[in-house]
């Protein structure tokens, strides 16, 4: 970074805070208008790659991710696994012990 500009505090523009409602709808309507045209370029990409597959490639380019899993959840799913595994060893360590 320049040193002349190191240590300089932005005060030239100012922070577009919303003070009306009429402004606070606005700033709602403009952020719904900008989410909306992001949709509409999404959709219209895979509608692109629809209709022309040697585009596509393997998969779409805004193809579905799937479920997140919280961390918590997924050590819990392991050790329901875990749990499963070492019941089905110790049954069949007391089987084998049984038929001796």
Known sequence: MKSYLKNIVINAIKPSVPK??????????????????????????????????????KKFTFAPKGKAIKESDRKKQIMKD??????????????????K
Do not use: H, Y
């Open 20 to 57: 009306t409602k009429l402004q606070q709808k606005t700033s709602e309507l403009k952020k719904l208008i900008q989410r909306n045209k992001g949709s509409k370029a999404k959709l219209d990409q895979t509608i692109f790659e629809i209709n022309n597959p040697k585009f596509k490639g």
């Open 82 to 99: 875990n749990n499963k595994v070492i019941g089905k060893m110790v049954k069949k360590a007391f089987d084998a012990g049984k038929g």
